[in-house]
């Protein structure tokens, strides 16, 4: 099973992939981000985010796609602008006809490492035990979304699929 994670940003979105045989074989795919440049326009970087994300699951053909989902944030503007891209994502996925899946931070960080308030760097052992990695993904919203993708093998896969 192909799944891709995504960190939803307006800036930037990290993009993580994996293939899953079974919960216990899970293999890094590719990681990367899609960005979009400050000072354009709003309406532009959604329109930018949609045509990038479309081109890629045309490309990778994933079977399940793992968005995270919001949490509110003390700056209500990043917040905002977040949450209209995390729209976009949302709407690429279902015009492909993607399912989709949105854990909570909490779900996901319980998920990888067994605790729901785990740090970044308990996250990040976890992400390079279980997919095999002698060093950590970057950028770190690339490899947040590696870490959703694992999410997805984890939370969404059986165990008996090979």
Same mark, same amino acid.
């Given at each position: 099973?192909? $799944?891709?994670?995504?960190? @939803?940003?307006? #800036?930037?979105?990290? $993009? *993580? $992939? ?9 293999? @890094? ?9 400050? *000072? &354009? ?10 045509? =990038? +994300? ?12 793992? !968005? ?7 700056? !209500?503007?990043? #917040?905002? =602008? ?6 976009? &994502? ?7 006809? &993607? ?6 931070? +909490?779900?996901?960080? %319980?998920?990888?490492?067994? =605790? *729901? ?7 990040? =052992?976890?992400?390079?035990? $279980?997919? %095999? ?5 970057? @950028? ?5 979304? +590696?870490?959703?993708?694992?999410? *997805?093998?984890? #939370?969404?896969? @059986?165990?008996? &699929? %090979?």
């Amino acid at each position: 099973m192909r $799944i891709i994670g995504i960190d @939803p940003g307006l #800036a930037r979105i990290g $993009i *993580g $992939i994996v293939e899953a045989e079974n919960v216990h074989r899970i293999h @890094p795919v590719e990681w990367l981000t899609i960005e979009t440049k400050a *000072g &354009i326009a709003t309406p532009e970087r959604l329109r930018e985010i949609h045509d =990038d +994300l479309a081109a890629l699951v045309k490309d990778i053909k994933p079977d399940l796609a793992v !968005v995270e989902r919001l949490f509110f944030e003390t700056n !209500v503007k990043t #917040a905002m =602008d977040v949450a209209q891209a995390r729209g976009v &994502i949302l709407l690429t996925l279902g015009e492909h006809g &993607i399912r989709t899946v949105e854990p909570t931070p +909490l779900q996901l960080k %319980s998920c990888i490492t067994g =605790d *729901g308030k785990a740090d970044k760097r308990q996250m990040q =052992d976890m992400l390079m035990r $279980i997919l %095999s990695l002698t060093n950590m993904p970057t @950028p770190d919203d690339a490899a947040d979304a +590696l870490a959703l993708a694992v999410y *997805g093998a984890l #939370a969404q896969v @059986p165990a008996h &699929i %090979s």
